[in-house]
């Protein structure tokens, strides 16, 4: 591990907040010490000033992604939450009558939150005998994560929480080299637009959104950077639609445009 002085402190955690609205406070700096120290053994550095040197004469250069990538938490589950996969099946996807419904999971990480909406949809439909047009959207800021997520591939530790039926049918169990690894089916991936998206940019090309998971995200960002990305997702989001939180987070505070209706599940309300 290399000492990070203030100065250093202060340049990385003002330029990840100015790119990605990440908030490192003081709290964080444990986390940068012990992460970037990594890499800055990987570059064969000497110090914490030698890598934001670095940093400043490369601006916009891979190693700042690879530094951003290694300050964000990436961790995810398949079913994580599981009463908002209940929700999603009980009263959005019963409701159902027509149209194309599109779901939006706007941080994405690795992509276990999209293939468990995609799951959900697909039983639902095969179990109710209802066909259900939809469009599935998975973003995230890093494209380290989105290539995970595009490639469908996990350790078999990664689906642990998949229901047996579901891993048997909507995956391919590795062999040889790959036999501690699953692969999601092509057909599924296919069902999925993956795209790099930062949420703070102010505006983003995107079709209205029936739901929009936004799930253990707005947990790194400061209440003024809440404030103005819940304002703008509301505008992604069709009337009547929801916004789906994670399990620490709320938008008490943050947000009147939205109704509470179930743990961590909001509804876009239409004055
Ligand atoms: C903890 S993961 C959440 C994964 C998933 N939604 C879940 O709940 O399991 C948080 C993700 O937010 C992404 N993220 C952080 N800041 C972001 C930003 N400004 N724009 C888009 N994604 C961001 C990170 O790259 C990370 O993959």
Redesign the pocket.
Known sequence: MYPLSDKDFNYISSVVYE????NLTDKKRALIISRLSKRIRALKMSSFTEYTDYLKNNPGGSEFQTM??SL??????FF??PHHFDFLKETILKSYQKGELSIW??????G??VYSVLMTIREFSRENNKKIQYKLFA????RK?LKKASSGTYDLQDVKNIPRPLLEKFFLKGSGDNSEMVKVKKDLIRDIKFFR?????TSYQLPPMDVI?????I???DQPTKIELIDRLHSYIKPGGYLIL?HSESLSGISEKFKLIGKTIYKRIDL
């Open positions: 790119y990605a609205r990440i951003v990538d964000s938490t990436n961790y995810s589950l994580r939450e999971s706007a941080a994405s990480s690795t276990q939150e973003s995230d800021i890093s994560v998206l930062n949420l703070s940019d998971f936004l799930r253990n995200a947990i790194y960002f994670g």
